[in-house]
């Protein structure tokens, strides 16, 4: 479905208060493009799908841009409860890191209050969904005990995992979520940080890291630059752009650079893979937040059709969006976002990952796990199974099944 005029005039002012803020053209993007805002509600409803009321809520204060008083008093709220979340989150990530590291595991903080650091200079803006730590495959379990007894409970891939359960999400995932038993924090505990690890080739629990003071004595541990800029191209792509918020998070990461500084960044990310991620990362910023990208870096869009079919398919999902549904709730939006995998590498390495990620459905495999000589009837059973779930009879929900 095309985007009526109505949208697309929502979804610019949207990206014109997503730009760096340290851009001196900002307040004048967010200017012009809010007088072609007619519909305040729906602005509102897109900025809180995009997870950017914050960012919205401080661009459109800089600008001076007069409101109805429901979205001014409803952007103001949401801001404040997302930097009051994110103090407790800056605490329960740097609470969390301390503890792994007495029990002598080793861990990361990833995106989250680091990133917004690292992006904003503060902590307020960014919107924080849970807590991202990334640690070595070995020590999995024993972090997860570690988090058990502060009171976190398994929730996905399911509630309670039996051996055999656990042995299929060691080889066929790469987190697994908890949540605290009496607050309402969460948190991703990752062995593997994307679907395809060639993208990011050497990128992992154990890369070099940079300490991020959060203020007072609160600091976490991240990915150094390089890595983390080639991580975050790769995590977007992933998800094939679709929510705004990840690529004002990049943009905001970068804004300050110099050339030389981003083009260092770019070779890194090509060394360890990441190169087309990046590339279509960076035309993206060109094209929404009027980000200046090196012409050498631009050469490498005109050079690659698959590249541009990429960039055109993240523009596509992220305007697309009407700000009433979910990313994945676009007709088709999960084949667009598939097909970007397809594109981002050129290895046989990249294509075996991809396919084995689209051939192998973890919750499936949970529902119904067999031996692992076995484990080559999943592929085959992948389209029965969806069939099966959009047209049978209501199945028990895959949490309920896998604590079977």
């Known amino acids: 479905m095309e985007a009526t005029p109505g949208q697309e005039a929502c979804f610019r002012l949207a990206v014109a208060c997503c730009r760096w803020?340290?851009?001196?053209?900002?307040?004048?993007?967010?200017?012009?493009?809010?007088?072609?805002?007619?519909?305040?509600?729906?602005?509102?409803?897109?900025?809180?799908?995009?997870?950017?009321?914050?960012?919205?809520?401080?661009?459109?204060?800089?600008?001076?841009?007069?409101?109805?008083?429901?979205?001014?008093?409803?952007?103001?709220?949401?801001?404040?409860?997302?930097?009051?979340?994110?103090?407790?989150?800056?605490?329960?990530?740097?609470?969390?890191?301390?503890?792994l590291d007495a029990a002598g595991i080793h861990s990361l903080v990833l995106?989250?209050?680091?990133?917004?650091?690292?992006?904003?200079?503060?902590?307020?803006?960014?919107?924080?969904?849970?807590?991202?730590?990334?640690?070595?495959?070995?020590?999995?379990?024993?972090a997860a005990d570690?988090?058990?007894?502060?009171?976190?409970?398994?929730?996905?891939?399911?509630?309670?995992?039996?051996?055999?359960?656990?042995?299929l999400v060691a080889a066929y995932g790469r987190e697994i979520g908890l949540r605290h038993s009496e607050r309402p924090i969460e948190v991703e505990l990752r062995w593997q940080l994307v679907n395809s690890p060639s993208l990011i080739a050497g990128i992992d629990a154990s890369s070099p890291s940079q300490d991020v003071a959060l203020g007072g004595a609160l600091s976490v541990r991240t990915l150094c630059d390089e890595d983390l800029f080639a991580y975050l191209c790769v995590h977007g792509c992933g998800h094939g752009w679709?929510?705004?918020?990840?690529?004002?998070?990049?943009?905001?990461?970068?804004?300050?650079?110099?050339?030389?500084?981003?083009?260092?960044?770019?070779?890194?990310?090509?060394?360890?893979?990441?190169?087309?991620?990046?590339?279509?990362?960076?035309v993206l910023c060109e094209r929404l937040f009027g980000r200046e990208v090196p012409a050498d870096?631009?050469?490498?869009?005109?050079?690659?059709?698959?590249?541009?079919?990429?960039?055109?398919?993240?523009?596509?999902?992220?305007?697309?969006?009407?700000?009433?549904?979910k990313p994945g709730d676009r007709r088709f939006a999960t084949t667009r976002v598939a097909v970007m995998q397809w594109l981002l590498g050129s290895t046989f390495t990249h294509y075996g990952s991809t396919v084995r990620e689209m051939s192998f459905r973890l919750d499936d495999m949970l529902a119904w796990p067999l031996p692992r000589p076995l484990h080559l009837l999943y592929p085959l059973s992948r389209l029965p199974l969806w069939l099966w779930r959009k047209f049978g009879p209501a199945p028990r929900s895959r949490r309920e099944t896998g604590s079977a």
């Open 297 to 325: 870096i631009m050469r490498g869009l005109r050079a690659s059709p698959r590249t541009r079919l990429a960039v055109a398919l993240s523009l596509d999902l992220l305007t697309g969006a009407d700000g009433a549904a």
């Open 111 to 142: 995106k989250g209050v680091a990133l917004a650091q690292l992006a904003y200079g503060s902590i307020a803006f960014k919107f924080s969904q849970d807590i991202d730590l990334a640690v070595a495959p070995l020590s999995v379990d024993a």
């Open 242 to 282: 679709s929510r705004l918020q990840w690529l004002a998070d990049l943009n905001a990461f970068i804004g300050a650079r110099g050339e030389v500084e981003l083009q260092d960044l770019y070779r890194h990310a090509r060394a360890v893979g990441a190169g087309p991620c990046a590339l279509i990362a960076l």
């Open 21 to 99: 803020p340290g851009d001196a053209r900002r307040d004048a993007a967010v200017t012009a493009a809010a007088r072609e805002v007619n519909d305040w509600s729906l602005f509102l409803r897109l900025v809180r799908h995009y997870r950017v009321e914050a960012l919205a809520q401080a661009a459109l204060s800089a600008a001076g841009i007069p409101l109805p008083d429901e979205v001014a008093k409803s952007l103001c709220q949401r801001a404040k409860e997302i930097a009051h979340r994110n103090l407790a989150m800056a605490a329960e990530s740097a609470r969390l890191q301390g503890l």
């Open 146 to 167: 570690v988090l058990s007894r502060e009171g976190y409970r398994l929730i996905r891939p399911a509630s309670h995992l039996d051996a055999s359960r656990r042995a």
